[in-house]
């Protein structure tokens, strides 16, 4: 299951930042996304994703896994 997030296009700065807590694999991006409009809509695609019992995989979610 997957969400498709559109966001803007970050910045070498961002990106470096990001870089920090793990790599960014060829086929990934880093996309900045306005939290006060996508924090519901990520809080519910959440909350639904636990629904469905799909939420708990034991995946660390380490970037560049």
Do not use: Q
């Amino acid at each position: 299951m997957e969400a498709v997030v559109l966001g803007w296009t970050a910045d070498e700065a961002t990106v470096g930042e990001c870089r920090t807590f793990g790599g960014i694999r060829n086929d990934e991006t880093v996309v900045r996304i306005p939290l006060d409009r996508m924090a519901p809509f990520l809080r519910r695609a959440l909350e639904r994703l636990e629904e469905l019992g799909e939420g708990d995989d034991g995946a660390s979610g380490a970037a560049g896994s």
